[in-house]
């Protein structure tokens, strides 16, 4: 009986070529521009229905505080009283007649203060990229839990939204009914749009809240065109005359989401 024995082969296994590499690279470089792109808009949705949830939220509270009867228990705006703003992103000011070291939940802090948002993380949209994030108030909002929600805060507190103080002059009693606001194009919350670093979805758009509680996201041309001319500086403030304007072109933008 013949045993044939195999030699091993002496011939150096074939490795990858120059050119396969290449293809390769190329490859895996067109499937991530074609799938990268659409994670950062998963991405982006999440966030912004995230950003609705919040605005939920403070609907809740809003309508709750407003059927309360209770003036102390409206969101009202310390100040608005003073300066006038179409809207506000702040959750606390300075008490009036007082030294700065002092302060009163103001605009949508009153919701917490109140005890009719009990998440102070509704204040702090998602998609938010400044310093005004829930992180670095956290430890405020935990101080007031802990002590008592109806003590003034220990500081100036801003949250991710803007309370349009706007609506309190056309909705004075809780007798209006809602398909009344609703007519009347009011608007209660949106995004921050005081400067661009403040958008929280960019210059896409944001979300708005109607009286009536429908909660929408606005953006067209004519309110990217509005956003991108906003100031590029968080602190350049516009006027009370730019803030009409800002607030006349989006409830423009409005009455076409809800048409």
């Not at 948002?117 to 204040?123: L, P």
């Not at 802990?146 to 803007?162: I, K, M, V």
């Not at 995004?191 to 429908?214: I, K, Q």
Request: glycine share 6%; net charge positive.
């Amino acid at each position: 009986m013949v045993n044939i024995r195999h030699q091993p082969s002496l011939r150096p296994a074939r490795g990858f070529t120059l050119i396969e590499v290449l293809v390769t690279l190329a490859v895996v470089a067109i499937l991530s521009s074609l799938l990268f792109p659409a994670f950062g808009q998963a991405r982006d949705m999440a966030r912004r229905l995230m950003c609705q949830n919040n605005l939920r939220v403070h609907f809740s509270g809003l309508v709750d505080a407003q059927a309360s009867g209770s003036v102390a228990d409206m969101p009202r705006s310390i100040q608005a009283e003073r300066e006038s703003p179409q809207f506000m992103s702040r959750l606390s000011v300075a008490s009036t007649g007082s030294a700065s070291s002092t302060f009163d939940w103001d605009g949508l802090g009153r919701l917490w203060s109140g005890r009719r948002v009990n998440d102070a993380r509704t204040f702090y949209c998602p998609a938010h990229q400044t310093e005004h994030s829930y992180e670095n108030y956290e430890a405020h909002f935990q101080a007031s839990s802990q002590r008592s929600r109806s003590l003034p805060p220990t500081d100036e507190l801003r949250g991710n939204y803007h309370y349009w103080v706007r609506w309190q002059v056309r909705t004075t009693t809780a007798s209006v009914s809602g398909a009344q606001r609703s007519a009347a194009n009011t608007i209660w919350v949106t995004d921050g749009v005081s400067s661009r670093p403040e958008l929280n979805h960019g210059t896409r758009g944001c979300n708005g809240l109607f009286a009536d509680g429908n909660i929408s996201w606005i953006g067209d041309r004519q309110v990217e065109q509005l956003l991108t001319g906003l100031p590029s500086d968080m602190d350049t403030r516009l006027s009370v005359e730019n803030q009409r304007d800002v607030f006349g072109r989006l409830v423009s933008a409005m009455q076409k989401v809800s048409n």
